[in-house]
C-alpha cells in the first residue's frame, strides 16, 4: 500500500471518526454506555433529553454498527467499544493538555517519546506549580519538600547542578531515604567523579544506584512510590526551573515509570 493510498484511507475514516464526533448527542450516547448497558429511561435521566431526541441518535448509532440493543437495553458493539475508548482517552488527552497548557506550550517535548505523550491523559490530575516574582524559588522550594518525605526516588537528572545534590545527600543522610536511583548521562558522571564530596556521597553511597545512559536526556522526572514530577527545558534548550508539574495519584506515576524505564533502555 503506498502512502498516498494510506492518506486516502485516513482521510475516509476521519469522515467516520467526524460524523461521531461532531454530533454531541452521538458522543453523548457512546459515553453513556462504556461503562454499563443502559435503557432508553436511563439514557432520558443521565442526559437530560427528551426521549425522541435520544432514540434518533440510537438509530445513527445502531445503523452504522456502533451499538445494538438487547431486550429492553443498549449496548456497544466490539467496534463501538473500541471507538468509545479512544474518543474517551482523546477528550482525557485535551483536557490534561488543557489544564496545564502554560506548561505543555513553553517547554521541549521531544525528551518524551510519542508513545508516552500519547498517554498524556494519564497526568490529568496533575498539579502545576510555578514560581512567581515574589517567590523565585516555590516550583524547587515545593519540589524539595517532597523528595524529603520519600522513602524511595528514581530520578532522571539531566543537569549538573550542585544545589540539587545538596539536597539529595541531605536526604540520603537522614533516615527516611532507603534507596536512590540516579539515571544520569556520561557527562554528569564525569563531573561528579571531578567532585571528592559528591562521588564520596553519591556514587559510594550504597544507597544509591546510578545508572548511566548514553543520551542526551531533556526530563528532569523523580519517582517515589507517592507522587511523580515533572520538569522540563525550555524550546531553546535552557533548564527551567521555574515550574514543574506534580501527581500523585497510581496513574501518573504509571505514566512515570514507562517514561524512565524508556531512558533506562
Same mark, same amino acid.
Given at each position: 500500500m503506498t502512502a498516498t493510498d494510506i492518506k486516502k484511507e485516513l482521510n475516509e475514516e476521519f469522515s467516520g471518526v467526524k460524523y461521531i464526533l461532531t454530533s454531541g448527542m452521538r458522543s453523548k450516547l457512546l459515553i453513556a454506555m462504556y461503562e454499563s448497558p443502559k435503557n432508553l429511561d436511563e439514557l432520558r435521566k443521565e442526559l437530560k433529553?427528551?426521549?425522541?431526541? +435520544?432514540?434518533h441518535g440510537l438509530k445513527e448509532l445502531e445503523t452504522i454498527n456502533l451499538i445494538k440493543k438487547?431486550?429492553? %437495553? %443498549?449496548? #456497544?458493539?466490539?467496534?463501538?467499544f473500541l #471507538?468509545?475508548?479512544?474518543?474517551?482517552? #482523546? &477528550?482525557?488527552?485535551? %483536557?490534561?493538555i488543557n489544564k496545564s497548557k502554560i506548561y505543555w506550550n513553553s517547554h521541549d517535548l521531544s525528551g518524551i517519546p510519542d508513545g508516552i505523550l500519547n498517554d498524556i491523559y494519564l497526568l490529568k490530575n496533575a498539579e502545576y506549580v510555578n514560581s512567581t516574582t515574589s517567590d523565585l524559588s516555590n516550583a524547587f522550594n515545593t519540589y524539595i519538600k517532597l523528595i524529603s518525605k520519600a522513602t524511595k526516588l528514581k530520578i532522571i537528572l539531566? &543537569? %549538573?547542578?550542585?544545589?540539587?545534590?545538596?539536597?539529595l545527600i541531605k536526604v540520603l *543522610?537522614?533516615?527516611?531515604?532507603?534507596?536512590?536511583?540516579?539515571?544520569?548521562?556520561?557527562? &554528569? &558522571?564525569?563531573? +561528579? *567523579?571531578?567532585? +571528592? @564530596?559528591?562521588?564520596?556521597?553519591?556514587?559510594? *553511597?550504597?544507597?544509591? *544506584?546510578?545508572?548511566? @545512559?548514553n543520551k542526551k536526556l531533556k526530563v528532569f522526572l523523580t519517582i517515589s512510590d507517592t507522587f511523580m514530577t515533572l520538569t522540563l527545558f525550555f524550546n531553546d534548550g535552557h533548564y527551567d526551573d521555574s515550574q514543574i508539574l506534580i501527581a500523585k495519584d497510581q496513574n501518573a506515576i504509571k505514566w512515570g515509570k514507562t517514561l524512565a524505564n524508556n531512558y533506562k533502555k
Open positions: 433529553k427528551p426521549s425522541a431526541t +435520544i432514540l438487547v431486550q429492553k %437495553y %443498549y449496548e #456497544l458493539t466490539s467496534n463501538g #471507538l468509545t475508548t479512544n474518543m474517551v482517552k #482523546l &477528550i482525557e488527552n485535551w %483536557y490534561a539531566p &543537569i %549538573y547542578s550542585e544545589n540539587h545534590f545538596k539536597h *543522610n537522614g533516615n527516611k531515604l532507603k534507596k536512590l536511583e540516579l539515571i544520569v548521562n556520561e557527562e &554528569i &558522571i564525569e563531573s +561528579i *567523579n571531578e567532585n +571528592i @564530596v559528591l562521588k564520596k556521597e553519591l556514587l559510594m *553511597n550504597k544507597k544509591v *544506584n546510578v545508572k548511566c @545512559v
